[in-house]
């Protein structure tokens, strides 16, 4: 195996990259290769896919299957090789329809069809042990000695991207939205990639391109949960736990929550959220359901700490999972891309054994502890209701600065840059939060300024058009270019959608943004001088000196 995709990476050796035969997440070789190998194979599909597109044919189906099928691959999704195995003979067979219809729709537009190469003529072993071997061929670094590590880092950080815009766009499409321009650009830039592009100018041209096709992701995302279940409220989630029979739901796929709430309705089973399901509660029509009783445990690097303490099932219905602990793991039922050898899959929102295992669970006691609260809700729609509010508090001097301290949390130490850069905010500074990086201070008392909470969440890392629609509200409001704006932006990654994330700001001109804990693995020092040089990226480096360099600016 060989994987540098997130930023828990092995930093070990002379070169980052996790190499076997367990990475650091706990994802085991086979397994990496065999994700290797599926993204191989929707690189066939891809090829085909978009020339049949191209020719006025396109399969969506055939599009939906790549998004849902990169995602099984993004970092802490899908560490069950049974599936990767099941999902490589799938993609052939897509890649085989694909084909077919592209040679139809050719012939019917008067041309000869044109045999393709490289993963279009992929043809996987039948043997297990022969099939994993087939990744020494296809893994990240491939061809490394003869184009370099540049080049292998381009290809990577294109690959990396497209994954956190397929995750983003799948989360899209289980709630009906479909775009042909992100379908479409996925198939391209995957029909790019198949063709082991070595142009360095142009991968990063067209890599700056896959951020303005991530924005269109994330705005189509936006729609669907927006559209869905009504724009996000502020609203108050019970951190106490209530007496009764009890489930916790993790990940960020709201379709998975609407469709437990409604099988649990009236059973007398209370639905808890946790880590990146904590927004669900702002959605006027997830929180219309009585029992969703509030949020539990902290973020995904808590879970194994969390789920072993709720006193019910526990359903991942997307990243980030861990290895579930023996205390458990015969109650840990996994969704949609999720999956972990030994544990219950649960296909097509039947959660009827999830909540067969809640009725034999005991669920919480009565509990005497004093009721506390997180308020969630500042999505766009929330923000921008009070812009008015917030540009005369700009003007008046009340607000000083804005921080957004966005996307995600992980174990390493260097994550308390981010507490310590919202806690050390003065006063007269909003925090705005976005992703799981949050759960380490947002139980802080931040106060009020203003008259609004100075801590103002916008959701999940998957609410990121919010942050975008409101820096640029303010930007137009002020009159000035959004990186005129008292606004630093702190970006916090751990895995493949905040690479996504990051080139959305780069392709919006965002400047200065502050990237931590560490730089991505498959940057090499001559990339980040380049991004450093063209966007004025920056290391997240001490937070005391990271703030006093942002006030100047205010
Ligand atoms: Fe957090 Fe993990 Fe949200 Fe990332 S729960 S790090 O994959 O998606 O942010
Ligand atoms: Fe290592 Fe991250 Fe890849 Fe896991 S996903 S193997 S931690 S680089």
Redesign the pocket.
Known sequence: ?F????E???RTGATP??AGPI?????DSPT?DLQDLLIHAVKGISQYAAKARALGDPDDEAAAFVLYALFTTL??VNFNPTRFAALIQLAVGVRNRTRDRYERAARAAGQQPETLTGPAAWAPAADPGALVGQASGVRVDIGLPLVGPEVVGLRSLHLYALKGICAYAHHADVLGRRSAEVLGGVEDALAYLAGEPTDPAELLERAVGLGRLNLAAIELLDAANTGTYGPQRPTAVRTTPVAGKAVLVSGHDLRDLEALLVQTRGQGINVYTHGEMLPAHAYPLLKAHPHLAGNYGGAWQDQQRDFAAFPGPVLMTSNCVIEPHAAYRRRIFTAGPVGWPGVRHLADHDFRPLIQAAHALPGFPETAAEEEAVTVGFGRDAVLAVADQVVHAVRQGDIRHFFLIGGCDGPTPGRDYYTDLALGAPRDSVVLTLGCAKYRFNRHDFGEIAGLPRLLDLGQCNDTYSAIRIATALADAFECDINDLPLTLALSWTEQKAVAVLLTLLALGIRDIHLGPSLP?FLTPALVDELVKRFGLRVAGDPAADLATALERT
């Open positions: 195996m994987c540098y995709q997130c828990q990476t092995d990259g996790c990475g650091n997440c706990g994802k990496s970092t802490n693995g």
